[in-house]
């Protein structure tokens, strides 16, 4: 007598609902990926160029290298910034890291 083993045929739709879950899974991940590290890093690159943008003559200015001084001139992509008595530097504008504006009190 001869046996034949009759094997079930593969079903169609298992594992279906794990791609499912796995695609939305992901889509959650990029999703606190963007609220969590992409819109506020976009937030604070829009104010800093805002803040460059509005530098004038004597407000106080902290550079990137932490120089302080206060502006003696701007231009379209430079700021001039007298750091002592008759020592002005010119600087690139983004290379500025706060700004003081003229008038206000300083904090330190």
Not at 30 to 56: A, D, G, N, T, V
């Amino acid at each position: 007598m001869s046996q034949i083993l009759l094997m079930a045929p593969p079903q169609q739709g298992q594992g279906g609902g794990e791609i499912w879950s796995t695609l939305l899974m992901f889509g959650m991940i990029i999703l606190i990926f963007y609220f969590m590290i992409l819109r506020p890093q976009s937030k604070r690159q829009k104010e800093k160029q805002k803040l460059i943008e509005s530098i004038k003559k004597g407000d106080k200015v902290v550079t990137s290298g932490g120089l302080h001084g206060i502006v003696a001139g701007t231009d379209e992509k430079t700021v001039l910034v007298e750091i002592a008595d008759k020592v002005k530097v010119t600087f690139e504008k983004s290379s500025i890291a706060i700004v003081n504006k003229a008038g206000q009190i300083d904090k330190a």
